[in-house]
């Protein structure tokens, strides 16, 4: 209702990089040895209820703010609050971008299974340097340091300094009060090991062995796709097309000077 459009470049890097975080998301690998905690046995359990009515009402109220503050210093004419009209940078759009990015990088950071059923957060080195990766490009473009970056994201420039701290902060808060209060759930309402099912942790020398044999086992399906790949290459495949007709001119022109001789 009150406009809110995108630019083209801002949809795409972000897209990009929310793609990625859902592929993985899906790409994380379980823990070496089972866990003594138990998980829920439903998604309608109170841990996960709370869990996301915490997290829906500090996105609301943040987003809600953020608007609060935009509008004041954002045109009123048709043309911008029009949804399909050309897209223009101003406060409004800048601001909602840059909160909502950084709610849906809360909400991966938040909601990652990782420990003790999955590998956590650190170590899944792929998922954590590309959330470290969207929220350094959010606080860059929310800072303002570096004009021409501004300018390649389609950053409008924020009314005064203090406009931006108060951004920056609400950002930060955002992201650090969905990321607590859902560890704060998780840690509270943690179901208790099950005294029937005996589980042990193995030694750290079984978990490094069980690490690196499964390290050199994806290794080596890189190395062996990398060579199927290479096999299989268009480029390869025209090298041996063009190589088969040079021979074949060459038995054929070797035929015809042994006919005339």
Not at 73 to 99: A, I
């Amino acid at each position: 209702l009150e406009g809110v459009k995108f630019g083209d470049t801002q949809m795409t890097i972000t897209g990009m990089m929310i793609a990625a975080l859902f592929f993985f998301v899906t790409q994380s690998e379980p823990q070496f040895y089972l866990s003594e905690q138990q998980p829920h046995k439903s998604v309608f359990s109170p841990y996960i209820i709370l869990s996301l009515i915490g997290q829906s009402i500090t996105h609301l109220y943040t987003l809600m703010c953020a608007v609060a503050w935009s509008k004041p210093h954002t045109p009123t004419d048709e043309e911008t609050r029009d949804p399909e009209g050309k897209f223009k940078p101003n406060v409004l759009n800048t601001v909602v971008f840059l909160v909502s990015t950084i709610q849906i990088v809360g909400t991966f950071a938040a909601n990652y299974a990782g420990y003790p059923f999955m590998v956590s957060l650190g170590a899944n080195k792929k998922l954590n340097r590309t959330i470290l990766a969207l929220c350094a490009v959010c606080f860059a473009c929310g800072l303002g340091w570096w004009p021409s970056f501004d300018k390649l994201m389609q950053i409008s420039e924020l009314p005064s300094d203090e406009f931006r701290s108060d951004l920056l902060m609400l950002m930060a808060a955002d992201l650090s009060i969905v990321i607590g209060w859902e560890r704060l759930c998780r840690h509270f309402f943690r179901k208790q090991p099950n005294p029937i099912v005996p589980v042990q942790k193995p030694p750290k020398e079984i978990i490094t062995k069980a690490k690196k044999k499964q390290r050199e086992k994806h290794i080596a399906e890189i190395q062996k796709a990398k060579a199927q790949s290479k096999t299989a290459s268009p480029w390869q495949m025209m090298k041996d097309m063009q190589k088969q007709q040079t021979q074949a001119m060459q038995q054929r022109s070797s035929q015809g000077q042994r006919r005339q001789q």
